[in-house]
């Protein structure tokens, strides 16, 4: 009979060294540097000490204009833990979180307690082959429909996360177009958002953050324009002439039941699973905040869920128009956010060898 290894186990009678735990949720907080962020800023901090991965915002990469209260930077920290946890599942790992755990100061934003081996659920090593291969997509979506039964697997990742995925039917989008309108009028009339905005925008090739103008797009028509950067200057990414670009594109909303600290960051959780979800369905996607940043545009999209729960990040699903992926967005080495903290000698005990 075939014994299945565990990545972990060095020491298979007696337990787990630290070092081996270590380089297991070294590996998961690897992975979360490739979540999304907002704006590309990608404000978390890692410390991996002995069983525990500890996960900081950096509130030095906060927006104060766009995200004053750091609603989306916790968001972009929830994408993060969501990454780093598909990661351990799929490796094999039993572990539990600890959202915003006290003790740790006022930037702790989840623990992640290892607790031993575990059979990796189904949906694990999807979603974990998943992480490399997402990027947002700006670009048109392909002119095929979004079958509505390849949105249920986005609504259930969603709702396993203790948030929901509302799709907009078309009589919402009028409200959607509403809502985009008045957050790009807020972007442009207010010089510091677009000073903001400006200070994240990169050249190709250019830093290991911010948002490369090659991923952008100012494709013709779209039924609900995206985030528009041309408000910094900058003159427009790929463009389309089409008029009837991305007609078939749906919008998602993430909503959650409360709008507190560990409300954005469930959101966070469940905007990655659904990502992650989405482009294991095949299904490409982009990440739409500007529809939430400001109060007046946000309100509006909350009329759309009947002024029930509040709305948290915008998402927009296709089909791929095809098969080229789209620029991908630079990443910070991952030697700059995860700090290491063990005793290489000590063992942690396996949890059925005590
Ligand atoms: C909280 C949050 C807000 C975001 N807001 C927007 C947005 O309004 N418009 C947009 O085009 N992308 C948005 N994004 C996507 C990021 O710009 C993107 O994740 C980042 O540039 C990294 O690129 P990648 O998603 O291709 O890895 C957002 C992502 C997150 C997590």
């Not at 006290?102 to 189904?122: K, S, W």
């Not at 959607?176 to 958002?193: G, K, R, V």
Request: aromatic residues 4%; glycine residues 8%; contains cysteine.
């Amino acid at each position: 009979m075939q014994t299945q290894q565990h990545p972990a186990r060095d020491d298979p009678a007696h337990g787990f060294t630290v070092a081996a735990v270590c380089r297991l949720l070294a590996r998961a907080a690897v992975a979360a540097v490739h979540a999304p962020s907002v704006l590309n800023t990608q404000p978390w901090r890692w410390r991996i000490e002995h069983d525990t991965a500890l996960l900081y915002a950096d509130r030095d990469r906060g927006l104060p204009t766009i995200d004053p209260d750091g609603r989306l930077l916790t968001l972009s920290c929830g994408a993060a833990l969501h990454h780093a946890c598909v990661t351990l599942a799929a490796e094999g790992a039993d572990f539990a979180v600890e959202p915003l755990p006290t003790g740790h100061g006022p930037d702790a934003i989840a623990v992640v307690h290892y607790r031993g081996p575990a059979l990796p659920p189904p949906l694990a090593q999807p979603l974990a082959n998943a992480i490399m291969a997402r990027r947002s997509d700006r670009r048109p979506f392909a002119a095929r429909p979004v079958p509505d039964e390849a949105l249920n697997p986005l609504r259930s990742a969603a709702e396993r996360c203790g948030a929901h995925l509302q799709v907009a039917w078309a009589r919402d989008l009028g409200d959607m177009a509403e809502a985009a309108a008045q957050a790009a009028q807020a972007a442009l009339t207010d010089p510091a958002y677009r000073a903001e905005l400006a200070t994240w925008l990169r050249r190709p090739g250019e830093g290991h953050d911010g948002v490369p103008t090659d991923t952008l797009s100012t494709a013709g028509q779209r039924k609900v324009p995206l985030r528009d950067f041309t408000a910094t200057g900058y003159p427009g990414g790929l463009h389309s002439t089409n008029d009837l670009d991305d007609r078939h594109a749906r919008y998602g909303i993430i909503v959650t039941d409360g709008d507190g600290p560990g409300d954005w960051l469930t959101a966070g959780v469940a905007l990655s699973a659904v990502l992650l979800t989405a482009t294991a369905e095949r299904l490409a996607t982009s990440t739409m905040s500007d529809l939430v940043e400001h109060g007046t545009a946000r309100h509006t999209v909350r009329r759309i869920l009947g002024g029930v729960g509040y709305p948290a990040i915008g998402v927009r699903i296709g089909v791929p128009a095809d098969d080229t992926l789209p620029a991908r967005a630079p990443r910070r080495p991952a030697a700059e956010v995860i700090e290491v903290v063990a005793d290489p000698l000590s063992v942690v005990p396996a949890p059925d060898a005590t």
